[in-house]
């Protein structure tokens, strides 16, 4: 089967040779892309054709940080962060128990609700993360659940602390490396960690990272989210693919980051719903930082699932060009992921992508709160 998608009024590519194209179309065969050039050249014998009309086409988003497998919500939390209360964190205890007390079908069906919203919205490869179960059984499934219905799975079993190993958090880390790590190596891809004070220290991080490794797993670590600390350095030292959250950046921070091939990645839907400051994009990204953008959906922190947003976001408080944005949000994330086949519009390119319903990828963030994703492909199919 193949399909010419006609028309398009700015077409980016994120292919270093073709750039952004004015009047351009795209030829996908086979789920991939197959031509990519001025309209006015194209061969017109595919089988199909969309017509974009004008429109902006964008490669899909790919979402590279997200904690679906819950249930219950913290609205309530919410509401009180709202009127003066500061984030801890504590909330996601709140979450655990509800994880743990739902069936599998039901944890099942709302990840499927949620990465329903994701893909109506344009995002087209998706990581769901665990964290919400923290026992032995409950991690493997919530990394199964994940497998199931995600593209990509993360073990993230050190989250919190929970209750039942208050004040004995290193026998909860022999826990994880000893037990979950095994149970759930075979469902996922990565592990990681939340690094923080009150969470887990670098040591224990560290714990938690070598086993993951050691099973065979790559490395991405929650880092700097809070506090400064020894993150962001642990996971380059550990060759993360991404260090994720990167608020609190000391400057040996941004010089590890510059110095390897961790992306930085900005959560900036979690520094809204926290009213925490802002990552300093400007700085990773003056510094030669691979920066990605992700929605980070959760029901304590970020309970979005809007990637356009969260570019809104990223031009209008991070401070990055809407192309800046765009790139951080597609290619960005997939290098976050190391999928080189998604976040770009070259030949050969998984023909994920969206077109808008707007003439510029400005409107993503001129826009906001506006469904502006058309149509969206996955694999050069709808739905
Ligand atoms: O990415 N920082 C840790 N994990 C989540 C929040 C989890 C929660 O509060 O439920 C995050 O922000
Ligand atoms: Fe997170």
Same mark, same amino acid.
């Given at each position: 089967m193949s399909l010419l998608i006609d028309h398009i009024g700015e077409l980016t590519t994120h292919d270093p040779e073709l750039g952004t194209l004015r009047d351009a179309a795209l030829v996908v065969e086979d789920g991939?892309? $197959?031509?990519?050039?001025?309209? !006015?050249?194209? *061969?017109r014998g595919a089988d199909e054709v969309l017509d974009a009309a004008g429109a902006a086409v964008i490669p899909g988003f790919v979402e590279s940080h997200s904690h679906l497998? =819950?249930?219950?919500?913290? #609205?309530?939390?919410?509401? $009180?962060?709202? &009127?003066?209360?500061?984030?801890?964190?504590?909330?996601?205890?709140?979450?655990?128990? #509800?994880?743990?007390?739902?069936?599998?079908?039901?944890?099942g069906a709302n990840l499927v609700r949620l990465a329903a919203e994701y893909r109506r919205q344009g995002t087209t490869t998706l990581e769901v993360k665990s964290g919400y179960g923290q026992t032995v059984a409950d991690e493997e499934r919530s990394v199964r659940i994940a497998a199931r219905h995600a593209d990509d799975?993360?073990?993230?079993?050190?989250?919190?602390?929970?209750?039942? =190993?208050?004040?004995?958090?290193? *026998?909860y880390v022999r826990l994880v490396v000893e037990e979950m790590v095994p149970a759930a190596a075979p469902h996922a891809r990565w592990i990681d960690v =939340?690094?923080?004070?009150? &969470?887990?220290?670098? *040591?224990?991080?560290?714990?938690?990272?070598? #086993?993951?490794?050691?099973?065979?797993?790559?490395?991405?670590?929650?880092?700097?989210?809070?506090?400064?600390?020894?993150?962001?350095?642990?996971?380059?030292?550990?060759? $993360?693919?991404?260090? *994720?959250?990167?608020?609190?950046?000391?400057?040996?921070?941004?010089?590890?980051? #510059?110095?390897?091939?961790?992306?930085?990645?900005?959560?900036?839907? !979690?520094?809204?719903?926290?009213?925490?400051?802002?990552?300093?994009?400007?700085?990773?990204? %003056?510094?030669?930082?691979?920066v990605a953008l992700g929605?980070?959906?959760?029901?304590?922190?970020s309970y979005t699932t809007s990637m356009p947003f969260v570019v809104a976001l990223a031009v209008r408080e991070l401070r990055m060009t809407p192309a800046e944005a765009l790139w951080a949000a597609t290619a960005g994330g997939?290098? $976050?992921?190391?999928?080189? %086949?998604v976040g770009h519009l070259g030949v050969g390119a998984r023909a994920d992508l969206v077109v808008l319903d707007a003439p510029s990828v400005i409107h993503l963030a001129y826009r906001p709160g506006v469904p502006l994703a058309r149509t969206v492909l996955k694999d050069g199919r709808r739905g």
């Open positions: 991939r892309v $197959a031509w990519v050039g001025p309209s !006015a050249s194209v *061969d497998v =819950f249930a219950g919500d913290r #609205a309530e939390e919410f509401a $009180a962060r709202m &009127a003066g209360e500061s984030y801890e964190a504590g909330g996601i205890r709140t979450t655990l128990a #509800a994880t743990r007390a739902a069936s599998e079908g039901d944890l799975t993360t073990l993230l079993a050190a989250h919190v602390v929970p209750p039942e =190993f208050a004040g004995r958090a290193d *026998d =939340f690094c923080e004070r009150g &969470a887990f220290d670098p *040591d224990q991080s560290r714990a938690v990272l070598e #086993a993951g490794r050691a099973a065979g797993l790559g490395v991405r670590v929650h880092a700097n989210q809070l506090t400064v600390g020894e993150g962001v350095r642990l996971g380059v030292e550990l060759g $993360a693919a991404s260090v *994720d959250h990167c608020v609190h950046l000391a400057d040996a921070d941004v010089d590890a980051l #510059a110095g390897s091939d961790t992306v930085a990645t900005l959560l900036p839907g !979690a520094d809204f719903s926290t009213r925490g400051p802002w990552p300093d994009a400007r700085r990773l990204l %003056d510094a030669g930082v691979t929605a980070d959906c959760n029901p304590g922190t997939a290098r $976050a992921l190391r999928r080189p %086949d």
